[in-house]
Protein backbone atom coordinates (compact mmCIF):
# COMPACT_ATOMS: atom_id res chain seq x y z
CA UNK A 1 0.00 0.00 0.00
CA UNK A 2 1.61 3.27 -0.87
CA UNK A 3 1.55 6.49 1.44
CA UNK A 4 0.47 4.64 5.02
CA UNK A 5 1.64 7.81 7.06
CA UNK A 6 -0.57 10.50 4.46
CA UNK A 7 -3.88 7.92 5.07
CA UNK A 8 -3.53 8.55 8.77
CA UNK A 9 -3.13 12.44 8.41
CA UNK A 10 -5.90 12.33 5.83
CA UNK A 11 -8.49 10.71 7.94
CA UNK A 12 -7.69 11.94 11.42
CA UNK A 13 -7.25 15.54 10.46
CA UNK A 14 -4.58 15.84 13.43
CA UNK A 15 -3.53 19.02 15.05
CA UNK A 16 -0.59 19.65 12.27
CA UNK A 17 -3.77 19.85 9.91
CA UNK A 18 -1.76 17.65 6.62
CA UNK A 19 -3.62 16.78 3.75
CA UNK A 20 -2.31 13.29 2.38
CA UNK A 21 -1.93 11.75 -0.69
CA UNK A 22 -3.47 8.21 -1.04
CA UNK A 23 -3.02 5.91 -3.52
CA UNK A 24 -5.08 5.19 -6.48
CA UNK A 25 -8.52 3.99 -5.58
CA UNK A 26 -9.30 0.37 -6.29
CA UNK A 27 -12.85 -0.67 -8.11
CA UNK A 28 -13.51 -3.21 -5.31
CA UNK A 29 -14.68 -2.72 -1.33
CA UNK A 30 -15.70 -5.15 1.16
CA UNK A 31 -16.99 -3.18 3.98
CA UNK A 32 -16.76 -5.10 7.21
CA UNK A 33 -19.27 -5.64 9.83
CA UNK A 34 -18.15 -2.87 11.99
CA UNK A 35 -18.41 -0.31 9.35
CA UNK A 36 -22.53 -1.38 9.72
CA UNK A 37 -23.51 2.25 10.64
CA UNK A 38 -26.92 1.98 14.03
CA UNK A 39 -26.90 5.23 15.06
CA UNK A 40 -30.16 7.06 14.98
CA UNK A 41 -30.44 9.37 12.26
CA UNK A 42 -32.08 9.92 8.91
CA UNK A 43 -29.58 10.15 5.69
CA UNK A 44 -30.68 12.30 2.56
CA UNK A 45 -28.82 13.95 -0.23
CA UNK A 46 -28.82 17.29 -1.56
CA UNK A 47 -28.29 18.77 -5.00
CA UNK A 48 -26.36 21.97 -4.38
CA UNK A 49 -25.02 22.37 -8.19
CA UNK A 50 -25.32 20.11 -11.14
CA UNK A 51 -23.85 16.88 -10.92
CA UNK A 52 -23.28 17.43 -6.97
CA UNK A 53 -25.06 16.20 -4.17
CA UNK A 54 -24.15 16.61 -0.30
CA UNK A 55 -24.82 13.61 1.94
CA UNK A 56 -27.02 15.53 4.88
CA UNK A 57 -27.21 13.49 8.46
CA UNK A 58 -30.28 14.35 10.30
CA UNK A 59 -29.67 13.49 13.76
CA UNK A 60 -33.00 14.87 14.82
CA UNK A 61 -34.29 17.14 17.76
CA UNK A 62 -36.17 20.27 18.42
CA UNK A 63 -36.19 23.51 17.91
CA UNK A 64 -33.68 25.69 16.00
CA UNK A 65 -31.23 23.94 13.64
CA UNK A 66 -27.60 23.58 14.31
CA UNK A 67 -25.14 22.51 11.30
CA UNK A 68 -21.87 20.34 12.26
CA UNK A 69 -19.18 21.03 9.40
CA UNK A 70 -16.55 18.43 9.97
CA UNK A 71 -12.82 19.04 9.62
CA UNK A 72 -10.82 18.28 6.62
CA UNK A 73 -10.20 15.05 5.32
CA UNK A 74 -13.68 13.64 7.42
CA UNK A 75 -17.15 13.61 6.92
CA UNK A 76 -20.52 14.13 8.87
CA UNK A 77 -20.66 10.87 11.14
CA UNK A 78 -17.55 11.89 13.25
CA UNK A 79 -20.29 13.63 14.93
CA UNK A 80 -22.65 10.68 15.04
CA UNK A 81 -22.06 10.63 19.21
CA UNK A 82 -21.82 14.48 19.65
CA UNK A 83 -24.71 15.55 18.17
CA UNK A 84 -27.14 14.07 20.49
CA UNK A 85 -25.56 16.36 23.37
CA UNK A 86 -27.62 19.43 21.55
CA UNK A 87 -30.88 17.30 20.06
CA UNK A 88 -32.81 18.16 23.44
CA UNK A 89 -32.38 21.72 22.37
CA UNK A 90 -31.52 22.02 18.83
CA UNK A 91 -33.08 20.26 15.08
CA UNK A 92 -29.13 19.07 14.65
CA UNK A 93 -28.07 18.12 10.90
CA UNK A 94 -24.30 17.41 9.56
CA UNK A 95 -22.78 18.28 6.16
CA UNK A 96 -20.71 15.67 4.19
CA UNK A 97 -18.35 18.26 2.30
CA UNK A 98 -17.94 17.77 -1.48
CA UNK A 99 -14.92 15.83 -2.41
CA UNK A 100 -15.72 13.52 0.10
CA UNK A 101 -17.86 10.42 0.49
CA UNK A 102 -20.80 9.63 0.37
CA UNK A 103 -20.93 13.20 -1.05
CA UNK A 104 -20.05 13.96 -4.77
CA UNK A 105 -16.71 14.04 -6.06
CA UNK A 106 -16.67 16.49 -8.69
CA UNK A 107 -13.30 18.33 -10.15
CA UNK A 108 -13.68 21.69 -9.10
CA UNK A 109 -15.92 23.86 -5.86
CA UNK A 110 -12.92 23.37 -3.11
CA UNK A 111 -12.55 26.99 -2.46
CA UNK A 112 -13.81 28.07 0.51
CA UNK A 113 -16.47 30.74 -1.03
CA UNK A 114 -18.39 27.47 -2.87
CA UNK A 115 -18.05 25.52 -0.10
CA UNK A 116 -19.72 28.16 2.24
CA UNK A 117 -22.10 28.50 -0.50
CA UNK A 118 -22.91 24.88 -0.68
CA UNK A 119 -24.09 24.63 2.75
CA UNK A 120 -26.14 27.85 2.21
CA UNK A 121 -27.81 25.64 -0.03
CA UNK A 122 -28.50 22.77 1.83
CA UNK A 123 -30.33 25.64 4.23
CA UNK A 124 -32.71 25.99 1.23
CA UNK A 125 -33.50 22.77 0.31
CA UNK A 126 -34.50 21.86 3.69
CA UNK A 127 -36.24 25.52 4.15
CA UNK A 128 -33.96 25.98 7.46
CA UNK A 129 -33.33 29.82 6.96
CA UNK A 130 -31.01 30.47 9.70
CA UNK A 131 -28.89 27.86 11.81
CA UNK A 132 -26.37 27.85 14.47
CA UNK A 133 -22.69 26.28 12.24
CA UNK A 134 -20.27 24.83 14.72
CA UNK A 135 -17.06 23.36 12.66
CA UNK A 136 -14.20 21.62 13.75
CA UNK A 137 -10.67 22.38 12.18
CA UNK A 138 -10.70 23.15 8.76
CA UNK A 139 -14.01 23.99 8.54
CA UNK A 140 -13.07 27.01 10.44
CA UNK A 141 -12.42 29.17 6.79
CA UNK A 142 -16.15 28.36 6.24
CA UNK A 143 -17.36 29.28 9.41
CA UNK A 144 -15.41 32.65 8.71
CA UNK A 145 -16.80 32.97 5.30
CA UNK A 146 -20.85 32.32 6.47
CA UNK A 147 -20.26 34.92 9.09
CA UNK A 148 -18.67 37.23 6.68
CA UNK A 149 -20.54 36.49 3.49
CA UNK A 150 -23.65 34.90 4.81
CA UNK A 151 -25.10 36.79 7.56
CA UNK A 152 -28.10 36.98 7.36
CA UNK A 153 -28.25 33.05 7.80
CA UNK A 154 -26.41 32.71 10.38
CA UNK A 155 -27.31 32.86 14.21
CA UNK A 156 -23.91 32.06 15.89
CA UNK A 157 -20.48 30.24 15.17
CA UNK A 158 -18.47 27.81 16.95
CA UNK A 159 -15.05 27.50 16.71
CA UNK A 160 -13.85 23.46 17.59
CA UNK A 161 -9.93 23.45 17.18
CA UNK A 162 -10.84 25.67 14.00
CA UNK A 163 -7.58 28.03 13.81
CA UNK A 164 -6.90 30.59 11.20
CA UNK A 165 -4.73 28.69 8.69
CA UNK A 166 -3.74 31.85 6.59
CA UNK A 167 0.16 31.52 7.35
CA UNK A 168 -0.09 28.22 8.62
CA UNK A 169 2.04 26.12 6.00
CA UNK A 170 4.39 28.82 5.02
CA UNK A 171 7.48 27.78 2.60
CA UNK A 172 9.70 28.71 4.57
CA UNK A 173 8.39 26.87 7.82
CA UNK A 174 10.16 23.44 8.84
CA UNK A 175 7.32 20.76 9.42
CA UNK A 176 7.92 18.60 12.22
CA UNK A 177 8.11 14.31 11.15
CA UNK A 178 4.73 12.64 10.86
CA UNK A 179 4.17 9.57 12.45
CA UNK A 180 4.29 6.11 10.53
CA UNK A 181 1.36 3.61 9.75
CA UNK A 182 2.91 -0.28 9.47
CA UNK A 183 1.20 -2.73 7.74
CA UNK A 184 0.05 -4.07 11.07
CA UNK A 185 -1.58 -1.09 11.65
CA UNK A 186 -3.81 -1.31 8.61
CA UNK A 187 -4.43 -5.12 9.11
CA UNK A 188 -8.19 -4.35 9.88
CA UNK A 189 -10.16 -1.40 11.12
CA UNK A 190 -10.03 -2.14 14.99
CA UNK A 191 -5.96 -2.23 14.21
CA UNK A 192 -6.05 0.75 12.64
CA UNK A 193 -8.48 2.43 15.42
CA UNK A 194 -5.91 1.36 17.86
CA UNK A 195 -3.13 3.05 15.78
CA UNK A 196 -4.94 6.50 15.44
CA UNK A 197 -5.47 6.36 19.07
CA UNK A 198 -2.04 5.66 19.89
CA UNK A 199 -0.40 8.25 17.32
CA UNK A 200 -3.19 10.99 17.17
CA UNK A 201 -4.89 10.81 20.28
CA UNK A 202 -8.62 9.82 18.33
CA UNK A 203 -10.67 7.34 18.29
CA UNK A 204 -13.30 8.48 15.52
CA UNK A 205 -16.61 6.56 14.83
CA UNK A 206 -16.37 3.35 12.67
CA UNK A 207 -19.12 4.77 10.19
CA UNK A 208 -17.28 7.78 9.90
CA UNK A 209 -14.09 5.90 9.07
CA UNK A 210 -15.63 3.18 6.66
CA UNK A 211 -16.73 6.46 4.47
CA UNK A 212 -12.78 7.10 4.31
CA UNK A 213 -11.73 4.10 3.97
CA UNK A 214 -11.49 1.04 1.48
CA UNK A 215 -10.93 -2.58 2.29
CA UNK A 216 -9.75 -5.81 1.06
CA UNK A 217 -12.13 -8.74 1.52
CA UNK A 218 -10.14 -10.40 4.14
CA UNK A 219 -10.75 -6.51 6.24
CA UNK A 220 -7.44 -4.94 5.20
CA UNK A 221 -7.05 -1.40 4.70
CA UNK A 222 -6.20 -0.75 1.56
CA UNK A 223 -6.46 3.20 0.91
CA UNK A 224 -8.48 6.39 1.43
CA UNK A 225 -11.78 6.59 -0.60
CA UNK A 226 -10.65 10.42 -1.37
CA UNK A 227 -8.67 10.97 -4.07
CA UNK A 228 -5.04 13.24 -4.01
CA UNK A 229 -6.22 16.12 -5.84
CA UNK A 230 -9.49 16.33 -3.67
CA UNK A 231 -7.27 16.60 -0.61
CA UNK A 232 -4.49 19.28 -2.09
CA UNK A 233 -7.86 21.68 -3.62
CA UNK A 234 -8.98 21.28 -0.32
CA UNK A 235 -5.73 22.22 2.14
CA UNK A 236 -4.76 24.72 -0.93
CA UNK A 237 -8.45 26.50 -0.42
CA UNK A 238 -7.44 26.75 3.58
CA UNK A 239 -4.04 27.80 3.50
CA UNK A 240 -3.93 30.39 0.74
CA UNK A 241 -6.82 32.37 2.40
CA UNK A 242 -5.29 35.82 4.35
CA UNK A 243 -5.64 35.99 7.72
CA UNK A 244 -9.69 36.43 9.06
CA UNK A 245 -10.74 40.28 9.84
CA UNK A 246 -11.90 39.27 12.77
CA UNK A 247 -14.42 42.93 12.71
CA UNK A 248 -16.07 41.96 9.82
CA UNK A 249 -17.62 39.01 11.61
CA UNK A 250 -20.09 40.45 13.42
CA UNK A 251 -22.14 37.40 14.34
CA UNK A 252 -21.24 35.91 18.02
CA UNK A 253 -18.85 33.59 17.85
CA UNK A 254 -17.10 30.82 20.27
CA UNK A 255 -13.72 29.29 19.94
CA UNK A 256 -12.61 26.25 22.17
CA UNK A 257 -9.08 25.83 20.97
CA UNK A 258 -6.25 22.85 22.30
CA UNK A 259 -3.48 25.43 22.36
CA UNK A 260 -0.11 23.76 20.93
CA UNK A 261 2.66 23.48 23.84
CA UNK A 262 6.56 22.70 23.79
CA UNK A 263 6.14 20.34 26.04
CA UNK A 264 2.78 18.27 25.25
CA UNK A 265 4.25 18.28 21.68
CA UNK A 266 2.22 15.77 19.60
CA UNK A 267 1.11 11.90 20.42
CA UNK A 268 2.79 10.25 18.07
CA UNK A 269 6.53 12.11 19.42
CA UNK A 270 6.79 9.68 21.97
CA UNK A 271 6.82 7.06 19.03
CA UNK A 272 9.61 8.44 16.85
CA UNK A 273 13.19 8.10 16.96
CA UNK A 274 15.44 9.80 19.13
CA UNK A 275 16.58 11.97 16.05
CA UNK A 276 13.28 12.64 14.68
CA UNK A 277 12.50 13.44 18.18
CA UNK A 278 15.27 16.16 17.64
CA UNK A 279 13.74 17.23 14.26
CA UNK A 280 10.65 17.24 15.81
CA UNK A 281 11.55 19.83 18.52
CA UNK A 282 13.79 21.80 15.60
CA UNK A 283 10.32 22.68 13.69
CA UNK A 284 7.66 22.24 16.28
CA UNK A 285 8.88 26.05 18.55
CA UNK A 286 7.92 28.59 15.69
CA UNK A 287 4.56 26.45 15.23
CA UNK A 288 3.67 26.95 18.52
CA UNK A 289 4.10 30.47 18.19
CA UNK A 290 2.08 30.79 15.10
CA UNK A 291 -0.57 29.06 16.63
CA UNK A 292 -0.61 30.82 20.16
CA UNK A 293 -0.45 34.50 17.75
CA UNK A 294 -3.92 33.15 15.71
CA UNK A 295 -5.88 32.13 18.45
CA UNK A 296 -4.52 35.79 20.32
CA UNK A 297 -6.24 37.20 17.00
CA UNK A 298 -9.65 35.18 17.47
CA UNK A 299 -9.63 36.52 21.18
CA UNK A 300 -9.27 40.33 20.89
CA UNK A 301 -13.01 41.48 21.67
CA UNK A 302 -14.51 37.68 22.29
CA UNK A 303 -12.23 36.72 25.40
CA UNK A 304 -15.60 35.85 27.27
CA UNK A 305 -16.56 32.94 25.00
CA UNK A 306 -12.91 32.01 23.88
CA UNK A 307 -11.46 28.89 25.89
CA UNK A 308 -8.15 27.19 25.53
CA UNK A 309 -7.57 23.70 26.00
CA UNK A 310 -3.49 23.61 26.45
CA UNK A 311 -2.04 20.49 24.97
CA UNK A 312 -5.05 18.68 24.25
CA UNK A 313 -5.62 16.64 21.58
CA UNK A 314 -7.27 18.50 18.27
CA UNK A 315 -10.39 16.48 18.55
CA UNK A 316 -11.94 18.25 21.20
CA UNK A 317 -15.17 17.83 20.92
CA UNK A 318 -14.03 13.98 21.63
CA UNK A 319 -11.18 13.99 23.34
CA UNK A 320 -12.93 16.51 25.75
CA UNK A 321 -16.19 16.10 25.33
CA UNK A 322 -17.36 17.36 28.55
CA UNK A 323 -15.70 20.79 29.15
CA UNK A 324 -16.64 21.36 24.62
CA UNK A 325 -20.15 20.89 25.19
CA UNK A 326 -20.52 22.78 29.08
CA UNK A 327 -18.90 25.64 26.96
CA UNK A 328 -21.17 25.40 23.91
CA UNK A 329 -25.03 24.86 25.98
CA UNK A 330 -23.61 28.03 28.28
CA UNK A 331 -23.04 29.97 24.38
CA UNK A 332 -26.36 28.70 22.93
CA UNK A 333 -28.04 29.77 26.20
CA UNK A 334 -29.26 25.90 26.56
CA UNK A 335 -30.89 26.32 30.31
CA UNK A 336 -29.02 23.45 32.94
CA UNK A 337 -31.07 20.60 33.55
CA UNK A 338 -33.44 20.43 36.48
Known amino acids: MKSTRSLGLLLSAVALLTFGAPAAVLATDHKPAACEDNTPHKIRF ?15 GKGKAMVLLAGGGDNAHVYDNFA ?17 LPSSQPRNGYDVPTRAAD ?12 AVFAGHSAAGAELSELGAKHEA ?16 FLPSRREPPLPDYTDADLKSLQAYQAATS ?10 ALCHGLRFAADGRILESTTPEWVSAKTSASVSSRPPTDWAKIKVPRLGIFAIFTREARQAWYWYLSPAKQAEFDAAWGPIVDWHRRTIRSFEQGNSANTFLLPGAPHYVY ?10 MRD ?6 RS
Open 331 to 336: FLSIPP
Open 318 to 327: INNEAETVRW
Open 84 to 100: FQFTDYFHVIGITRRGY
Open 119 to 130: DIAVLDALGIKK
Open 153 to 168: RVEKLVYLDAADLAER
Open 46 to 60: VKVAPGVELEVVDWG
Open 198 to 207: RLQALRSPAP
